[in-house]
């Protein structure tokens, strides 16, 4: 059993004795130590906290024990149920709420869940909120309310639809080209949320055909549900088939977003948010931001229309504070992510899904001729792991002094970048290891480099 308190959340498997995975006492701790936080924190006059959940088997009994403390806690809750966390992000500002927790473990296999914490913003708290709903939970201080001043529940199904409306009144979602178009589209929503919203977005979008897989949100993964190529099988053999021009994949909470082009080959996730970007500065120019580890091509992209493009910590979090302080107009992360500030600050696969189509549509190409169309770059991810008593900060110190005379980058880890490739160095903050993302314009580029600065690690760790 396992059970991971972070700054972003809590994650947990479900089972087992308190405090080894995410069980009801642990989750009536945390859920009381956000309450208290939120209390503190919340600017506004409402009383309202929004819950939403993906599909997960567990998802039911975990709401219901966060419904009834945040009730306890004296706080009126507004279940929106069955709901991504775009969807969930949503409504909270939708319902001028203070803030919104959102019951999902995204990407994890079905015996995951998690607490996801959201401010009045509909975004997920900082660091130093974090940090202080896990010291609020630890040393349990925290008070519930009287009888009287008891929380109240109101259940409101109506949030898939109003995220829907959201993404079609955004001023770069064509729906006239789309239905023009006459989109053959596949979806695989893993049997989570995705299999509710996405039909819907997509017939309102106005596309001609839609082929489902996995679409029955019972919460039984059918695969592997991070949407990366070696989970994908299934619905890259349906794309072979011919059935369709495009397939779009999301994870459990629909907040990333993966292709498969109409001949049955992977878009490269890394490519989502490049794509999206291209469409929205070659209408609205401005700034890009993504994370350290994601694909150079957004800088290309950006540069192309004479724009700034900035790197931001790992972490979306760290994307959206970055997005901010340079008055971004798209950014996001490269497993799939993309930011759209016009629609709101959060990783959203239903605003990357009506974008895309928007730009496929006035391109005017297959889907795998427009991807052909940016710069080709490939990520190589390795790790080197160390002993508990080796000094990793010691280690990416002395990397970084080696590779001074290159560009350097150490806001998080350190990013070494080369004029044709580069490599990011971020040391684990749960076990004794060093990730190593390289990217180069070829495979072979990308794993040499990445494998040039791990022999330099190990050397330095003898």
């Known amino acids: 059993m396992t059970l991971i308190k972070s700054i972003s959340g809590i994650r947990g498997t479900i089972g087992g004795v308190t405090g080894e995975g995410l069980n009801p006492l642990d989750i009536v701790k945390f859920t009381s130590a956000y309450a208290t936080l939120i209390r503190r924190a919340c600017k506004g006059s409402s009383n309202k906290i929004v819950v939403g959940r993906d599909a997960r088997i567990s998802g039911e009994m975990v709401k219901n024990v966060v419904v009834g403390t945040l009730m306890g806690m004296g706080w009126d809750v507004v279940d929106i149920d069955l709901a991504s966390t775009p969807t969930t992000e949503l409504a909270v500002t939708m319902e001028v709420a203070c803030g919104g927790?959102?019951?999902?473990?995204?990407?994890?296999?079905?015996?995951?869940?998690?607490?996801?914490?959201?401010?009045?913003?509909?975004?997920?708290?900082?660091?130093?909120?974090?940090?202080?709903?896990?010291r609020i939970a630890e040393a349990e201080d925290f008070c519930y309310a009287e009888v009287d001043k008891l929380g109240t529940y109101r259940q409101d199904l109506t949030y898939n639809q109003k995220h829907i409306d959201s993404v079609l009144a955004l001023k770069l979602v064509d729906v006239d080209a789309i239905r023009k178009a006459g989109f053959r589209v596949a979806i695989d929503c893993v049997n989570s949320v995705g299999g509710i919203i996405l039909p819907q977005l997509l017939e309102q979008l106005g596309v001609k055909s839609i082929e489902k897989l996995y679409c029955d949100p019972t919460g039984h993964f059918a695969h592997n549900p991070?949407?990366?190529?070696?989970?994908?099988?299934?619905?890259?053999?349906?794309?072979?088939?011919?059935?369709?021009?495009?397939?779009?994949?999301?994870?459990?909470?629909?907040?990333?977003l993966?292709?498969?082009?109409?001949?049955?080959?992977?878009?490269?996730?890394?490519?989502?948010?490049?794509?999206?970007?291209?469409?929205?500065?070659?209408?609205?120019?401005g700034n890009t931001v993504s994370n350290l580890s994601s694909t150079r091509a957004l800088r290309d992209v950006t540069r192309k229309y004479g724009m700034e493009y900035y790197a931001s910590a790992v972490g979306e979090v760290n994307v959206v504070t970055k997005?901010?302080?340079?008055?971004?107009?798209?950014?996001?992360?490269?497993?799939?992510?993309?930011?759209?500030?016009?629609?709101?600050?959060?990783?959203?696969?239903?605003?990357?899904?009506?974008?895309?189509?928007?730009?496929?549509?006035?391109?005017?190409?297959?889907?795998?001729?427009?991807?052909?169309?940016?710069?080709?770059?490939?990520?190589?991810?390795?790790?080197?792991?160390?002993?508990?008593?080796?000094?990793?900060?010691?280690?990416?110190?002395?990397?970084?002094?080696?590779?001074?005379?290159?560009?350097?980058?150490?806001?998080?880890?350190?990013?070494?970048?080369?004029?044709?490739?580069?490599?990011?160095?971020?040391?684990?903050?749960?076990?004794?290891?060093?990730?190593?993302?390289?990217?180069g314009s070829t495979m072979e580029a990308a794993e040499e480099i990445g494998q040039k600065i791990m022999n330099v690690i190990n050397e330095l760790a003898k």
């Open 258 to 285: 993966a292709m498969i082009s109409e001949d049955g080959t992977m878009y490269g996730e890394e490519y989502t948010l490049v794509t999206v970007a291209d469409y929205v500065l070659r209408h609205t120019p």
């Open 101 to 134: 927790i959102i019951l999902t473990a995204s990407h994890n296999p079905k015996q995951w869940n998690a607490l996801k914490l959201l401010n009045e913003d509909g975004e997920f708290l900082n660091a130093e909120e974090g940090s202080e709903v896990l």
């Open 226 to 256: 991070e949407p990366l190529e070696k989970n994908l099988g299934d619905i890259m053999n349906l794309m072979k088939e011919g059935k369709a021009d495009v397939a779009f994949v999301v994870d459990p909470d629909v907040d990333r």
């Open 323 to 439: 997005m901010k302080e340079t008055h971004a107009i798209i950014g996001g992360e490269g497993n799939g992510g993309v930011i759209y500030p016009e629609s709101h600050y959060g990783r959203d696969a239903l605003v990357g899904i009506a974008l895309f189509l928007s730009h496929l549509a006035h391109e005017g190409k297959k889907v795998s001729e427009l991807r052909a169309t940016y710069p080709p770059y490939f990520i190589a991810k390795n790790r080197v792991d160390l002993t508990p008593e080796i000094d990793v900060d010691a280690i990416l110190a002395k990397v970084k002094e080696i590779y001074r005379d290159e560009e350097i980058n150490d806001i998080d880890g350190v990013k070494i970048d080369f004029a044709d490739k580069w490599v990011h160095l971020r040391k684990s903050n749960t076990e004794p290891i060093i990730r190593v993302y390289s990217e």
